[in-house]
Each structure stands twice: as C-alpha cells, then as structure tokens.
RNA sequence: GCCCCCGUAGACCAAUCGGCAGAGUCGCCGCUCUUAAACAGCGGUCAGUGUGGGUUCGAGUCCCACCGGGGGCACCA
C-alpha cells in the first residue's frame, strides 16, 4: 500500500488555517503594482452547481497566479441578489423574497469557502442590500437629469408568466430569455436607458477591447446594427389633393429611389393613424387590431403572407414626382428608422412580395445580370430607369449612384445621408417586487418629480408571500402607505413610481463598488476606482454577449460622461468560459442528466474537482462530463502529492548541486507555466506540471534518487504550482516538505536562465520535404555548418542518390530540407 | 438568408514564426503487487489532421470551395 493523504481531512484542516491567516484581502497600500481579477458575482439560486464549480477554478488560476507573481491583487466576491426567482419562492412559500435570498446566499458562500477560493471577503456585496440599490437610485436620477433616463409610451415586450416587460436583449426568438414564455405585446408607458445615444460609441470603443472573444465583439456588432443610409423626405396629399407634412423615410438604398412606387408606414406607428384617412379609418383600425394579436412568434414566422391596409392617401416620389399610394403593413417596424419606408419592389425582396400581393407597380433600377431568374434583385450592377429632369444616375455603379442620389436629395433639402442602429433603447422597468424601486415620484400638479438625494434610498415596502403575487402591475402599487407621498416639490399628493429596475442595472456597477464597498459619500469611491479600474481581466458566461456585456459597457462610457471615471471601458480582457454539459447535452431535469457539484466534491474531493475542470479542456470549450475523469485526477494528486512524501532531502539546501536535468525540466516548466497562464491556456498548463510530476517520479525511483536537491527543489515547485488548481493538497505537501503554511504566500519559483538552454538540439534533416536524418547539434550552430553536416549525413546522401541539389533551405538549429531535381 | 467560431488517435486535448503530427489525461491491453479482486505502480497501444483544390522547398497551421458541429443577427428598409 502506497502512502496516501486524506483529501477530506486536508479540507477540514486547512480552511480554519487559510481564514486565520487572510492571505488574499488586497492591501491596496501601494507596495505594489495592482491588478483586478474580476468574475461575475453568482446569483443566489439554491447552492453553487457545476458552471460555479468551472469558472471559479479558471478564475482562481489566474487571480493566484498574479498574487505569486507579486501583484496586489483585488479579488472580491458579491452576489446578485435581487431577482425573479426570491420572488417567485417567496409567493409559494408565503414568506418574503429576503428570506430565501439571504439563506441561499450563505448557502453559496459556505460553499465558495470549501472550494478554497481566494477572494478577499471583506469586499462582499449583496445588491439586494439598500446599501448597494441606494446609490443605484443615486446614479438613476444623475442619469435622469442628463436626460439618459426618461419614460415614453411604446409597444414594449411583456413576459405573460412573469408578468412584466422585458428589454429586448431578453427576448430570444421571440421568448422570454428567463422563463421560456411566449413573449406578446403591449403599449405601455416604461422608463427607458438611451443606449441608442451610445451606439456609435459601443462599436468604436471596441478597438480597445484587444482581449475580448472574437465572438462576442461579433455578437454585439450584430446586435448595435449599424446601417448607412440616406433619410428621404417624401411630400403626402390627402385624397382631395390637400397638401400635408411631408414624410421622412430612411433607407440604405437611397440609388434605388425612382424605383419608389409605393409606400409603407408601420401598422402600430403613431404615423399611420395620423396619415389615415375618414373613410379608410375602420379598415385601417380592424387591421391594427388584428396586428396587436400577434405574438412576435408570429410575427417573426418565416414565409409569412404580407399583409396591409391602403390608408387613403398618396406620397409623391421625390425623384420621379409620381404620386405613389400609401398602406400601412406589419413588416415594417414602428420603432426603427423613421417607422415608415419608400417600397422598392425591384430591389427589395419583402416589397416584391407586397407589391405582387397588392397588384403594385415593379420597376427594375438595378440592371441583373442577364442569367438572374429571381424576383427582387438586391446585387451590385448599374442603374437603370434612374433619370429625371435634373439628374441621371444610369450606368452608375451601387455606390456612386448612392453618394450622387443623396447628394441631390441634399441640394433639394428632400433629404440628407444618414445612419441608423439596429438596437433599441434599454427598457429598465419592471412590474415586479424583488428589485431596486425607481426613484420617481408622481405629482399631479408638478408631473415626474426626483426623490432629492438626502431622501435616499427609497427602501422597498415590507411585503411578502402572496402580496407579491402577479397582477400585470407592480405588486408595490398596492402598497398604499408606501406609495402615497408628499411631492418632494410642491407638497401635494403625489405617488411614488411602482416599477423596479431591470437587475441588469445592478449588475453594470457592483465592480466599481467592490473598490471600495463601504464608502458612503457615493455610489463608488473615485480615488479607489482610480487605482483599480478597469477590471484586469473579467471570466464570465458567454450568455450575457448582448445584456450585461454591453450594458456594462454603456454604464461606464455614462459614469463616464457625467465626469465620475476616467476611463471607457470596463475590462480590457474578458475570458468566457465554456458549460460543464453532460452525455452531450446541457444538463436538466428532464433530461436526468444532472451533475451535482456538491456530490462531485464529496466523492472526489475539491481539489480533484477543480483540476478536472481546469484540466478538461481549454476554458472557453465546453467540458463534457462524462468525456472526464475526475478519478484520474484524484490519482495524480496522489501521485503528486507522494513526490512530497518521498523527499528525502532537507528544507534550506541550495539546489544547485542537485542533478541538472531534472532541475531542467523544473524551471522549464516554471518558465512555460507562467507563459501558458498569461495565455490563458490553463489546461495545457497543467498538462506541463503532470509531466513535472512524472519525471520527478523518474527520478526519484530511478534517477539521481530522493536525497537529491533537485528532487526537493522539484517538489516544491510542483506544490507551489498545483496550488494555483489544488490548493489543499499544494498545502498538504508544503507542510510535508517542511515549510510553514501557507503556500499561498511561497515564493514563485525562480527561473534560472542558464537552465532553459539547451546544450544540444535535435535537428531534422529532410530531403523533398521527407525527413531523412536526425542530428544533434550545438543549439547556436550556423546555417552555414549545419548543412555541410546534413550533406555529410549517410541517410541523406542515399536520400539524394545522383540526383542534383538544387537547392538547400537551412533554417538553424532546427531544419535543413534539401531540394534535388 | 447573412455573419462569426470550431473540426487532430476509441474519447478529452497538445503541436510559439508555416519546419520531426504527440506533451498530458481517459479508455483499452499486458505485467507487478494481492489468496483473489479493487486500488496503486510499471510498460504498451492506436491518427496523418472533415473533404477537394491552391500557394510553398515544406501546410494541422495560410488561401478558395464544399461537408459537419456550435453560436450571433434576421420582415431592421
């Protein structure tokens, strides 16, 4: 029976230790150079499960890693703990949403605790507590009076199971991203963040975030939408001839204008009920009605018949002067562009089939290839039919004919170059409990009136169980006592807003209040910003690519603005970690392929835990569990761990008389780890200390044998390293090795430069391309000697035969490739 | 439909600048230990890189097309 260490009792052991000695709470004292490790803070459902487990391994690696490389690290935790799920909980169970929230929060917490995090927990953070959404509603009013946060009246998403609106980062093919819930429309009055102010900003600043995912850039590129166009003003007269104002259209086909033969205004604009006529107006309101039915499943359902209502009055193409009729359809959005387009059948796929249904006019103004046989063509050629009095753009190329369009339109002040977003601007209320009130009061004489500063926080009322139940309004409505107030301008009744924040808002800030978490005199202390933002690096879920990812980015470029950061941008770096999926699929009840973290760790320990997850894969790769072996691992931290056992050595002897190629692959591997850790290739990483264990193992049993100093130096080192991954077995085997705890504050091992060099190398000889020969030589050996010892070579000169060399690439010390005729 | 990422042993994954396809792990096979088994240890095993072209002295790596998987956007004018 080999000698062995108990995981288990290490676990019991070392925690009271590691908490008694506090090694990682960030000094902050400026004894050295600081760095943020940054992870997003978990919300408070139950306990961690298996996603917790991997992101807080990755994260781990890298904040100790900058801790052993001598940074002062700031690694703090919080929790997200406002939400719909306390909520829900709390209306079955009939008890308040704070209850469960903070039962499970110490749940979590005991749980991050075993799994030997080393986050500084004198930051911690709930945003629930009003401590926290105080200065939320602080920040709220600053942007309110830059006119960054306002209220309007729009057909919004609503959420029929959780009973309140939602941003349209939330809606996901037409469902609630939280719930899964078919997702229909309303028009309500909702406050809004003017992201779309930003817009430009959001794309542009990406030049900075040189270490984001490709993917996510792409992902919030798609989502920003940014379109170049040209805004066209088109006269309208009613149906006895009367002139009325003029309407503006966008598009990004501004060459195609003279093919312009009808046009369409949104359905559920504003636009459309002011431009309809008498005597189309009930037509005109039984389409709306039948519009308004539609959830957006429906709507977005492909191979959809188009639909439309003829509203009674005609525009008058501004290139053609022909008058041309107006309808009002559901294709066109209400709340994009102006919510009205020019139809140009001949160009435009979606005003083809339109105009086939209503019998409408369809004019070519782009010449097809001769073997198109399709029906709108929306490929480059030249313009055709694109003449009038004044100007010709025919046999104008896309482009040219775009820029001589506009700029006509431009002279004619009929219109102007212009460019529009896809996204929208981010609807912030929410019609339930659980969730950072909105600062606002309602007067009937003074209208929206700010809760002045010295009156914050607006605390939630105290309700619970089915007070909170969903009625399409905000449960806080029927706080009367809480809702019924003086106005803070005049004195009269007034009532307060009865919507909470998105907790997408809670989220866009804790980690500038993590800098200082108990400062009072703002929502984050600036000085402590100053020192630690932005976030060093930042490990998430790919999953937020278009919620918190940007509207954390928003939150910043504002705080920004209103003069309170000096920078733009939250993180530079950000790693999104993949999902631990099981049997190739994501794992879920009614699948029954569920993993329990806490039951890993009981079987396998924490340290076997998050190696398996740091080990399986590259981070942002999902890990199938059921493709790893958390087994293995506990075997190699067995092994490891007996390396330190089998030291025969004493602590203190300088390692430099020990056997030297083993003291080579040790400071290689310190050498490549740090290298491999800044890449974020942990996984490889650790492949690098397993084979540091294996050949100290060689050694040990049949090599230079245990006494040797540079078994111990090697030993060491792998302790130091695994600590990174598995800390109570490193600290197991620091004790064991003779040092006293804790091997978080070890030194990183030194990396002797004249032991990374290699005394000979091995360089391939091939001939065509085919290797031929192996030579050892001096790694600083010449192009010049390197080929006359590969000529000189037997295999290669049988490889050539009588064939002629015509030529010899030599790339020194590692290739010669000989090429013969 | 448009855009992005990824395809390497039975599985998970390595392979700095284009330069010997294999570091590590799992699995499997054999051996050692064991009364036996398990555990553990030691040794071994298998691919020419999704397919087809191209560039190059040389391609897993660069380029093009296609196939497969994952993701984003999508009636956005």
Not at 241 to 260: K, M, N, Q, W, Y
């Amino acid at each position: 029976m080999k000698a062995t260490y108990d995981i288990k009792a290490a676990q019991d052991k070392w925690r009271p230790v590691w908490e008694k000695l506090d090694p990682f709470r960030a000094k902050d004292d400026g004894s050295a150079e600081r760095r943020y490790a940054l992870t997003m803070y978990p919300y408070p459902s139950g306990d961690l499960h298996m996603g917790h487990g991997e992101v807080f391994a990755l994260h781990d690696v890298l904040a100790r890693y900058w801790r052993f490389r001598g940074y002062d690290v700031l690694n703090p935790i919080g929790w997200d703990s406002f939400g719909l799920p306390a909520e829900n909980a709390a209306i079955r169970n009939n008890e308040h949403p704070a209850t469960y929230t903070y039962a499970n929060i110490e749940t979590q917490a005991e749980s991050i605790r075993r799994y030997g995090m080393s986050f500084d927990w004198s930051r911690r953070l709930h945003t629930s507590d009003p401590d926290y959404y105080r200065w939320q509603q602080w920040m709220f009013l600053r942007f309110y009076e830059k006119g960054l946060a306002h209220r309007k009246a729009s057909w919004v998403n609503w959420c029929p199971n959780d009973q309140t609106v939602l941003a349209n980062e939330q809606v996901v093919q037409g469902e609630c991203e939280r719930c899964g819930a078919t997702v229909t429309k309303r028009e309500l009055t909702q406050w809004y963040f003017k992201i779309t102010d930003y817009a430009q900003r959001l794309l542009d600043d990406m030049d900075q975030l040189g270490r984001w995912p490709e993917p996510i850039l792409t992902a919030q590129r798609n989502w920003i939408g940014r379109s170049e166009g040209a805004y066209i003003d088109f006269p309208v007269e009613g149906p006895n001839g009367e002139r009325r104002a003029p309407v503006r259209v966008f598009t990004t086909r501004p060459d195609t204008l003279f093919g312009a033969t009808f046009f369409v205004v949104a359905a559920d604009a504003r636009l459309a009920a002011e431009l309809c006529t008498d005597e189309q107006r009930s037509a005109y309101e039984a389409y709306l009605e039948k519009v308004k039915q539609e959830t957006e499943v429906d709507r977005l359902a492909v191979d959809r018949k188009k639909t439309g209502v003829f509203l009674g009055v005609h525009a008058t193409n501004p290139a053609t002067g022909e008058r041309i009729p107006v309808y009002a359809a559901d294709y066109v959005l209400a709340d994009y562009g102006t919510g009205a387009i020019m139809a140009v059948p001949g160009q435009d796929q979606r005003d083809w089939d339109f105009a086939e249904a209503f019998d409408l006019p369809i004019v070519r103004t782009v010449q097809p290839p001769d073997d198109f046989d399709g029906e709108a063509y929306v490929g480059e050629g030249p313009a055709i039919n694109s003449a009038n009095d004044e100007i010709s753009l025919d046999g104008m190329a896309v482009d040219e004919a775009k820029a001589a369009i506009t700029e006509w339109l431009e002279k004619k002040q009929a219109g102007e170059g212009a460019v529009t977003y896809r996204m929208r601007d981010w609807l912030i209320s929410r019609q339930r409990y659980w969730g950072c009130p909105i600062p606002i009061v309602h007067c009937e004489a003074c209208g929206e009136v700010p809760v002045p500063d010295d009156q914050l926080p607006v605390e939630l009322p105290d309700l619970r169980g089915h007070d909170l139940a969903p009625k399409g309004v905000s449960p806080l409505a029927a706080a009367s006592e809480w809702v019924n107030v003086d106005c803070p301008k005049c004195g009269g009744k007034a009532k307060r807003d009865t919507d909470t924040m998105d907790t997408f808002v809670d989220s866009s800030w804790y980690f500038l209040r993590y800098c200082n978490p108990h400062y009072e005199d703002g929502p984050f202390d600036p000085e402590a910003v100053r020192r630690w933002m932005p976030a060093d690096n930042y490990f998430g879920g790919a999953e937020h690519a278009v919620l918190h990812l940007l509207y954390f980015r928003f939150f910043i470029k504002v705080l920004h603005d209103l003069g309170m950061l000096d920078f733009v941008e939250p993180t530079l770096s950000l790693v999104n970690q993949g999902q631990v999926i099981n049997q190739g699929a994501r794992m879920s009840k009614s699948r029954g392929n569920g993993v329990d973290l806490g039951e890993q760790i009981d079987n396998f320990g924490v340290d076997a835990v998050r190696l398996t997850m740091v080990f399986a894969s590259p981070p942002e790769d999902d890990i199938d569990w059921a493709d790893v072996s958390p087994q293995g691992s506990v075997r190699f931290l067995q092994r490891a761990w007996r390396l330190a056992h089998d030291v025969a050595g004493e602590p203190g002897v300088d390692p430099v008389t020990g056997d030297v190629s083993l003291r080579q692959v040790t400071h290689r591997t310190v050498h490549d780890a740090a290298e491999l850790i800044d890449s974020f290739r942990f996984n490889v990483m650790l492949a690098r200390i397993m084979e540091l264990v294996n050949a100290t193992r060689k050694a040990v049993d049949s090599g230079c044998g245990p006494a040797d100093p540079a078994v111990r130096e090697a030993a060491e080192t792998v302790a130091v390293l695994l600590s990174l991954v598995a800390p109570y077995t490193a600290e197991e085997m620091w004790e064991h090795l003779g040092h006293e705890p804790t091997v978080a504050n070890a030194d990183w091992p030194e990396v002797d430069p004249e032991l990374l060099v290699q005394e000979s190398i091995t360089a391939v000889v091939q001939v065509q391309g085919k290797l031929r020969a192996k030579l050892e030589v001096s790694p600083d050996i010449t192009d010049v000697d390197l080929e006359r010892l590969a000529l000189a070579d037997a295999n290669v000169q049988r490889a050539v035969g009588d064939r002629e060399v015509h030529r010899v690439i030599v790339r020194a010390p590692k290739l010669v490739n000989v090429v013969v005729g």
